[in-house]
């Protein structure tokens, strides 16, 4: 069981939008950043998002974070067939002092 | 080009103990925390533990804890895993990554990683 807690998967149309939840507490999402991951099977993660809303260089700007309160959303617009992948959420635990991800978001292109 | 690589993985028995290692090139390793992720088959990321730029302050899961040692070595730019003890839930790919920030609350924030290495522990 993930602290935090995402859907297992979303799915939708090409050039359509999804939404990805992320929900924890005020031990982790509530007081610290959180970071968005993509990954496909049988490559490196890659971080999409990190403190909340901000992507590193070379990540599109169909890739949008956002968080409040104790749970942060990660949106997908203008959806492509490359962007099938799972996705994950990160933060930091307060209470344990350590790395928590939510269980993994499987997104599919209808 | 900033590249992370690990090594070490391979097949172990139950109870058994295996090294890993992370070799960094291209970015200055002594300068930022590093950690260890794994992903079980089937299952999504679990981080495992990190480690300080300087090497002085450690964190592990849970599950982890007490068996694995994270540990580094500045001047040759080598972060490694020590593991023992392993048992069956430990099987899984091990990834090296790069945190961006020096602060532990900036360890979820991992923006290089390595491709993965390979641990199953069967008998």
């Known amino acids: 069981q993930s602290v935090l807690t995402q859907p297992p998967s979303v799915s939708a149309a090409p050039g359509q939008m999804v939404t990805i939840s992320c929900s924890g507490s005020?031990?982790?999402?509530?007081?610290?950043?959180v970071s968005w991951y993509q990954h496909l099977p049988g490559t490196a993660p890659k971080l999409l998002i990190y403190e909340n809303n901000k992507r590193p260089s070379g990540i599109p700007d169909r890739f949008s974070g956002s968080k409040s309160g104790t749970s942060a959303t990660l949106d997908i617009t203008g959806l492509q067939t490359g962007d099938e992948a799972d996705y994950y959420c990160?933060?930091?635990?307060?209470?344990?002092?350590?790395?928590?991800f939510g269980g993994g978001t499987k997104v599919t292109v209808l | 080009e900033v590249h992370l690589l690990e090594s070490g993985g391979g097949l172990v028995q139950p109870g058994g103990s295996l090294r890993l290692s992370c070799a960094a090139s291209g970015f200055s390793f002594s300068g930022y925390a590093m950690t260890w992720v794994r992903q079980a088959p089937g299952k999504g990321l679990q981080w495992v533990s990190a480690?300080?730029?300087?090497?002085?302050?450690?964190y592990y899961a849970d599950s982890v804890k007490g068996r694995f040692t994270i540990s580094r070595d500045n001047s040759k730019n080598t972060l490694s895993l020590h593991m023992k003890s392993l048992r069956a839930e430990d099987t899984a790919v091990y990834f090296c990554?790069?945190?961006?920030?020096?602060?532990?609350?900036?360890?979820?924030?991992?923006?290089?990683w390595g491709k993965g290495t390979t641990v199953t522990v069967s008998s």
């Open positions: 480690i300080s730029a300087s090497g002085s302050d450690t």
């Open positions: 990160g933060t930091w635990e307060n209470s344990l002092s350590l790395v928590v």
């Open positions: 005020s031990s982790n999402i509530g007081n610290n950043y």
């Open positions: 990554a790069k945190a961006t920030g020096l602060h532990p609350k900036y360890y979820h924030s991992m923006d290089v």
